[in-house]
């Protein structure tokens, strides 16, 4: 913090003494000197009987940059205040410097994703113009402005990256944003420390940004095939059968897994009767109304004709015989299949736990054969 300045710095720079003291001395620094200047302080800081010369571009009241060598001393009355000598210096153009800079500013609007330079403090210290067009906002100085369009459920998730990046830990994550012209779109970010050459702590970080929304739909595309019955939208036989293994283990005393098994019978006759279109048909009610039912259970299909049913929480046997029954009631409302209307005939047949030690297998097994008792007995 700057606590006073004398008047050929005035001067020079062109500033009022109000406009300087109170004020940070990297305020007034160019951004690209900070790393140098930081160094050069801790530096200092750890041998205060030895002044610190460093070269830096310090503002002037109109904007521009005047290079200056600054000589820093750690005061002996006070070694809670450094004092700070500035020379004018002269230092021409590197032109090997402004050309690399300007290749590298052309590489960066040329790649196919948004990249934002931020300081420790969250300012942005460069952007290309691909963030504005993947984030959707193009005013702003502070990373909080730019990502002003993230949705609230994933602004945590980009804090909490943001702070791990500026204490030295990289970071992938993926949230969400309502972009003004293409509605929510889903992003992915890759955020990077930037460490200064001295080694001395973090000085910002990289953020590369990239539109996925594309990648992410054929992504959950994939998922939802690998898990999901292609006709009736239930969960496949694979997927139910994961869901009563993770079920059985979460079982208490006071919450078990009912096992719900059906089958519908006279399927064979539907099909010869009215083709299989209309068995297909047929099937496509079943799993919704099954899923409607059941809204707080899973709902998968084994294979042809037979539906399994996985509900959590049922704390008793007799709960999980309820269930059953007033999902068969459901199932058997009539059902039109191209010009005549059939009421579907199903059985239903049910298992009960609540021992997480369970065996999943066993307990389809159990329900499989309890259905098969009660097509016997002629249910319908």
């Not at 050929?8 to 406009?19: K, N, P, S």
């Not at 994939?222 to 079920?247: E, F, K, M, S």
Request: proline share 3%; glycine share 8%; with cysteine.
């Amino acid at each position: 913090m700057i606590l006073e300045v004398d008047d050929l710095v005035l001067q020079v720079l062109g500033f009022a003494r109000e406009d300087m003291v109170g004020h940070r001395s990297t305020d007034f620094i160019h951004a690209d000197d900070h790393e140098q200047a930081f160094s050069s302080w801790v530096r200092m800081l750890g041998d205060p009987q030895k002044p610190y010369t460093i070269q830096v571009r310090h503002r002037t009241a109109s904007g521009r940059w005047l290079w200056v060598e600054a000589i820093n001393t750690v005061d002996t009355g006070d070694e809670a205040s450094v004092e700070t000598e500035l020379t004018l210096i002269d230092r021409p153009a590197d032109d090997r410097t402004t050309v690399s800079s300007q290749l590298l500013r052309h590489l960066a609007e040329a790649l196919p994703f948004g990249i934002a330079q931020i300081d420790s403090d969250r300012a942005i210290v460069f952007s290309n113009g691909k963030l504005d067009d993947v984030c959707g906002q193009a005013n702003g100085d502070h990373l909080d402005d730019r990502f002003g369009l993230i949705v609230a459920t994933d602004l945590p998730v980009l804090d909490a990256a943001v702070k791990s990046v500026l204490a030295g830990d990289d970071s992938e994550i993926e949230l969400s944003l309502s972009h003004p012209h293409r509605g929510v779109r889903r992003c992915a970010i890759i955020l990077s420390a930037l460490v200064g050459r001295s080694g001395y702590g973090t000085t910002g970080a990289l953020l590369c940004v990239t539109d996925i929304t594309d990648d992410a739909r054929q992504r959950a595309e994939i998922i939802r095939r690998a898990v999901q019955d292609g006709l009736t939208a239930c969960l496949n036989r694979a997927a139910i059968l994961d869901v009563l293994t993770t079920a059985v283990a979460g079982c208490t005393d006071a919450a078990g897994v009912a096992v719900l098994f059906f089958d519908l019978d006279r399927f064979k006759q539907i099909n010869d009767t009215h083709g299989h279109a209309a068995g297909d048909h047929l099937l496509v009610a079943v799993g919704e109304r099954l899923r409607d039912g059941s809204r707080d259970a899973d709902v998968g299909r084994l294979g042809g004709d037979e539906f399994l049913v996985i509900a959590r929480g049922v704390p008793s046997a007799e709960q999980a015989d309820r269930l059953g029954q007033r999902l068969a009631q459901k199932v058997r409302r009539p059902v039109k299949l191209r010009d005549t209307v059939i009421r579907p005939a199903i059985s239903v047949g049910v298992a009960w736990s609540a021992d997480p030690a369970a065996d999943a297998s066993s307990l389809v097994a159990q329900a499989d054969a309890a259905m098969y008792r009660a097509k016997r007995r002629g249910a319908s």
